[in-house]
């Protein structure tokens, strides 16, 4: 609910551009004797902090566009409904807790399944680096094995404006 997410993150062009580029759904059709083109812009599903502390356990692997009971057949890898932004505040590392990432799981159908830890690409950051993953993208949080390390990041996940946000962002903000 900080303005300073707002401007100084998901509004910033480089941000803003990938996040349009990867959501944004034109379509196109006939109305009459013209065509019409309409344009889904996309829409903050939800906005969160996470601080993962020393002795926390690994997270599952999962698609974070199961939220909206998507399936994945065609190998598209725009076959997603959302995207999640991870914006580091803290030093991200492999011991604690960054994101794993199943590399060219978007593309996979819903029966495969990432093979740990022979498939896994870890996304260490430093703060304010940027990592983006595609909704239908396989990836979980590492667990913190450090004794005194917190990991800290700023979760966005953008949906395709078609879809539901998870959080209410019209009354929430």
Not at 6 to 28: K, M, N, S
Not at 114 to 120: L, N, Q, R, T, W
């Amino acid at each position: 609910k900080s303005p300073a997410i707002a401007t100084a993150t998901l509004q910033r062009p480089t941000i803003r551009g990938l996040v349009d580029d990867a959501v944004t759904v034109t379509t196109e059709s006939w109305w009459g004797d013209s065509r019409n083109t309409c344009e889904s812009p996309p829409l903050l599903s939800s906005c969160f902090t996470v601080q993962v502390g020393p002795g926390s356990a690994r997270q599952g692997f999962h698609r974070d566009n199961q939220d909206h009971y998507a399936t994945h057949q065609n190998g598209n890898p725009r076959e997603m409904t959302m995207l999640g932004c991870i914006i580091a505040t803290s030093k991200v590392t492999k011991e604690n807790g960054t994101a794993e990432l199943a590399p060219g799981s978007h593309i996979w159908d819903d029966k495969s399944k990432p093979a740990f830890p022979d498939e896994i690409a870890f996304a260490e950051l430093e703060p304010g680096d940027t990592v983006f993953v595609l909704g239908n993208y396989y990836h979980a949080a590492s667990a913190n094995t450090t004794a005194d390390s917190f990991r800290s990041v700023i979760l966005s996940l953008i949906c395709k404006g078609m879809y539901r946000s998870e959080e209410n962002q019209f009354l929430a903000v």
